[in-house]
């Protein structure tokens, strides 16, 4: 086994195909390969910041699962517990190229695939347990069966264990068999969670309701210590049980692929409230992130390695 890790998460990698000109799908005839993932994105972005992040999964015995791994290996990121499952493929998607700040066209090819797999047979007490923190989305529940009660396991496991969770529900309602098991099983995920990090649009669909003080004050009374709500240009909202607030977004002069932004923002409240830092702090440095990530193309290229955020913190801070 590796040395402790400081965070574990776990869900499907895949290639990605990003369109290289804008036009629809079908009329594209030139694409650059990259990875994505939710939850990958999340490993990318912490290792980059020093941490010692661990990720589970499966990946197909192909080309496209050897790409998953190369990348995990160029960016730090542990990975003995990905398995290498000859049965299945790894799943990839297809993304077009915006020419305005709408969102990316996107079509997946994922059924089936060796990451839908995962099980609570992946599960190895000694390696998760080890971990100091566990960042859930709620895209690997949806997969499959088998991999929403590894979700679980996992969530309960850790919390027994007195480690601390974050949870970001990044909706994907085509993989769940109803809207109602979508809000059932990822409000009942949530509920594990020490950290609830929802859009405001997916808060309103998971609680029904409509401001983020009330989707704040749904969580926590659901048992969650805190919850950050992101606000797109509007920045976000934090709410704790002794207090609350609003922090601004970072401007953002051009937008050229919104894919990701979440993903940076919970990087970027993850590590700052794993360093110790206080909660306003945390929600800036998540919209710092999440600002970079759609400056650029890809999921996760925009995230900044420790020395870049270090830089840009030192840049913000008053004088």
Same mark, same amino acid.
């Not at 264990?161 to 309602?173: E, M, V």
């Given at each position: ?7 574990l ?5 895949m290639?990605?195909?990003?369109a ?10 030139r ?8 939850d990958?994105? &999340?490993?990318? *972005?912490?290792?980059?910041? $020093?941490?010692?992040?661990?990720w589970m999964?499966?990946? $197909? ?6 790409? &998953?791994?190369d990348t ?5 990121i ?5 398995t290498? /499952? ?7 998607q297809?993304k077009?190229?915006q /020419?305005?700040?709408r969102d990316?066209?996107i079509?997946?090819?994922?059924k089936?695939?060796?990451?839908s797999?995962l099980?609570v047979?992946?599960y190895?007490?000694d ?10 989305t709620g ?16 969530a309960r496991e850790?919390?027994a ?14 993989l769940?068999s109803s809207?109602a098991?979508m &809000?059932?099983?990822?409000n009942?995920?949530a509920?594990?969670?020490d950290?609830v990090?929802? #859009?405001?649009?997916?808060g309103?669909?998971l609680?029904g309701l409509?401001s983020?003080?009330?989707? #704040? ?5 659901? *048992? ?7 606000l797109g ?7 704790t049980? /002794? ?14 692929d919104?894919? *990701?932004?979440g /993903?940076?923002f919970a990087? $970027? ?6 360093? $110790? ?6 929600v800036?440095?998540g ?5 970079l990530a759609?400056?650029?193309i *890809? ?9 870049e955020?270090?830089r ?8």
């Amino acid at each position: 086994m590796p040395s402790a890790i400081d965070v574990l998460t776990y869900g499907e990698a895949m290639a990605l195909f990003v369109a290289d000109e804008p036009g629809p799908l079908a009329e594209v005839s030139r694409f650059t390969k990259r990875v994505s993932g939710a939850d990958l994105n &999340v490993a990318i *972005g912490l290792a980059r910041l $020093g941490f010692k992040v661990g990720w589970m999964s499966r990946v $197909g015995d192909d080309s496209f699962g050897r790409f &998953v791994l190369d990348t995990l290996a160029k960016e730090g990121i542990d990975a003995t517990r990905v398995t290498i /499952d000859g049965r299945y493929p790894t799943g990839f998607q297809l993304k077009s190229k915006q /020419d305005d700040e709408r969102d990316p066209s996107i079509e997946y090819f994922r059924k089936g695939s060796a990451a839908s797999h995962l099980s609570v047979e992946d599960y190895v007490a000694d390696y998760v347990l080890a971990a100091r923190h566990l960042h859930l989305t709620g895209v690997a529940p949806a997969i499959s069966a088998s991999s929403h009660e590894l979700a679980f396991h996992l969530a309960r496991e850790m919390k027994a264990a007195g480690k601390t969770i974050s949870f970001d529900p990044n909706l994907r309602p085509t993989l769940w068999s109803s809207r109602a098991a979508m &809000v059932e099983s990822l409000n009942r995920l949530a509920a594990l969670a020490d950290w609830v990090l929802p #859009g405001l649009s997916e808060g309103a669909i998971l609680t029904g309701l409509d401001s983020p003080e009330d989707i #704040g004050a749904y969580y926590l009374d659901a *048992g969650a210590r805190g919850v950050v709500i992101k606000l797109g240009a509007s920045g976000a909202y934090y709410r704790t049980a /002794d207090r609350s607030g609003y922090v601004a977004a970072q401007p953002v002069a051009n937008v050229v692929d919104t894919v *990701g932004a979440g /993903d940076g923002f919970a990087v $970027g409240v993850v590590s700052a409230l794993l360093e $110790g830092r206080d909660v306003p702090d945390a929600v800036a440095r998540g919209n710092r992130i999440g600002a970079l990530a759609i400056q650029v193309i *890809g999921d996760s290229e925009g995230f900044p390695t420790r020395e870049e955020l270090d830089r840009l913190e030192r840049l913000a801070a008053p004088a």
